[in-house]
């Protein structure tokens, strides 16, 4: 796809919250969000890990690198709000692209997402932020059942428990 292809505004590509044209690449036309599940195709177990561990990159590596040239001055001097609201913008960020598209933005560099097992549909605000994330981070706390819920990668279905708790799947985007 050309980039003048990429960058024209189509009906589908007025923000509803804005009021305008959207041209970014992490935004999905309302008709592009649904997967016919006759004819999608599964995430990789790869490209699932690869796109936690960018998440993991694009939380935690935003504050070793914000604080590799303060070091511990920089709590000192009162740099540390501005390290927690590089923290909170990037959580931010995650959240309202999980809860729009179903995609983290690790999720968006490898074009995978999360859509509704049953039908394809999108996650939705419930399915993918509060149990597949929240109840699931919860959870997580007992080691033993984050070892199951990694375990579960290895099913043919290739859905961890966290999905089967929001009924969700994730899928190429």
Request: glycine fraction near 6%; aromatic fraction near 10%; proline fraction near 5%.
């Amino acid at each position: 796809m050309t980039q003048s292809e990429h960058s024209r505004v189509l009906p589908s590509n007025i923000d509803p919250l804005l009021d305008r044209p959207v041209r970014s690449p992490f935004w999905l036309p309302p008709e592009q969000r649904w997967v016919d599940p006759s004819t999608h195709r599964l995430a990789t177990r790869a490209r699932r890990l690869a796109a936690a561990l960018l998440d993991f990159v694009f939380m935690f590596g935003l504050i070793a690198v914000s604080q590799l040239g303060a070091g511990v001055a920089a709590i000192r001097v009162g740099l540390a709000p501005i390290v927690f609201l590089q923290l909170l913008a990037v959580a931010g960020a995650q959240l309202f692209f999980l809860a729009r598209d179903g995609q983290t933005l690790g999720k968006k560099l490898l074009g995978i997402r999360i859509v509704r097992a049953a039908d394809g549909r999108p996650a939705g605000f419930v399915r993918a932020l509060v149990l597949r994330s929240f109840v699931n981070n919860l959870f997580a706390w007992f080691w033993i059942y984050a070892l199951v819920d990694a375990v579960f990668i290895f099913r043919t279905d290739r859905r961890c428990v966290h999905d089967l708790l929001a009924g969700t799947k994730v899928v190429r985007a």
